[in-house]
């Protein structure tokens, strides 16, 4: 089993769109959560960190559900913009190595 | 002013080569890392410095040498270059896993492809 996986996708949808993406994580020892953006051959942007209580920027809603291993990704009213790959990143036990999922092709359609 | 910069944007090369790349950062950031991302675009890390110190190494082939002449500077030098080199090789930054917030700031990348 992967460390972090992601389902590859791609997730197409329309514009104005709410989607959902799903991360799971194998090690219960994980203590850091994010999502990062990467646009087409481009370096990968923090999206925003995962805390335990969940948290909200905008349009984007990340989730952390300890007890099934899993953090979610909500994008709301999706955008042209928003056409691009996610990635799931885990920081186990406050390491130095950070273990990225493959990541999810989003692309929003006209 | 670019956070973290990597020279070159760009390097082809001939197997068997040796080759460097540079990464900078103007964060004040204590750690530094190296990443590759291959052609199915998964990202893996394969070296995290702290302070000048490696921290981990991640079963990355002795062909590959990082060195950190300062906490600003990261370079990664390849030996002896093979055809399964060929990536993105991304540096990143950040104030570390013990930092309130650790966000990692990453470089343009640098597309080796090895002839």
């Known amino acids: 089993r992967k460390e972090v996986e992601q389902d590859p996708g791609p997730f197409n949808v329309p514009e104005g769109a709410t989607v959902a993406f799903n991360c799971t994580y194998s090690?219960?020892?994980?203590?850091?959560f994010f999502w990062y953006r990467q646009d087409c051959r481009k370096e990968p942007k923090l999206l925003m960190s995962?805390?335990?209580s969940g948290n909200e920027d905008g349009r984007f809603t990340a989730q952390l559900n300890r007890a099934s291993q899993y953090i979610s990704l909500l994008i709301r009213d999706s955008k042209l913009s928003d056409s691009a790959t996610y990635l799931c990143?885990?920081?186990?036990?406050?390491?130095?190595?950070?273990?990225f999922g493959t990541g999810t092709r989003l692309k929003v359609l006209a | 002013d670019t956070a973290v910069s990597q020279t070159p944007k760009y390097l082809v090369t001939q197997m068997g080569n040796d080759k460097s790349i540079k990464c900078e950062q103007n964060?004040?950031?204590?750690?530094m890392y190296w990443y590759k991302q291959d052609s199915k675009k998964f990202l893996k890390i394969m070296f995290s410095?702290?302070?000048?110190?490696?921290?981990i190494n991640e079963t990355v082939p002795n062909r590959f040498s990082p060195k950190s002449p300062d906490k600003a500077h990261l370079n990664l030098h390849i030996n002896s270059l093979e055809l399964g080199d060929s990536a993105v090789y991304f540096c990143?930054?950040?104030?570390?896993?013990?930092?309130?917030?650790?966000?990692?700031?990453f470089g343009p990348g640098t597309r080796l492809t090895v002839l």
């Open positions: 990143a930054s950040s104030h570390g896993p013990t930092a309130m917030t650790d966000t990692q700031y």
């Open positions: 090690n219960s020892a994980s203590q850091s």
């Open positions: 995962v805390y335990s």
């Open positions: 990143v885990v920081n186990n036990q406050g390491t130095y190595k950070y273990i």
């Open positions: 964060l004040g950031h204590d750690t």
């Open positions: 410095y702290n302070n000048k110190e490696l921290i």
